[in-house]
């Protein structure tokens, strides 16, 4: 089982493929992109 990916930046998101999908209560942006196998998710921590 593979972890969750942790980004610094959402430029480093966008770099990786990811972009913007959502954004958490406590400041967490969710990010994304379209796989082979699916969505893959990653956590933007810019606080």
């Known amino acids: ?3 969750v ?3 610094k930046t ?3 998101a966008a770099a990786k493929g ?3 999908f ?3 209560k406590d400041g967490y942006y969710i990010v994304r992109k ?3 196998r699916g969505w893959a998710l990653a956590i933007v921590d810019s606080r």
């Open 1 to 3: 089982m593979q972890g």
């Open 22 to 24: 959502d954004r958490t």
């Open 18 to 20: 990811f972009s913007y």
């Open 5 to 7: 990916l942790v980004l």
């Open 34 to 36: 379209l796989t082979e």
């Open 10 to 12: 959402m430029d480093d």
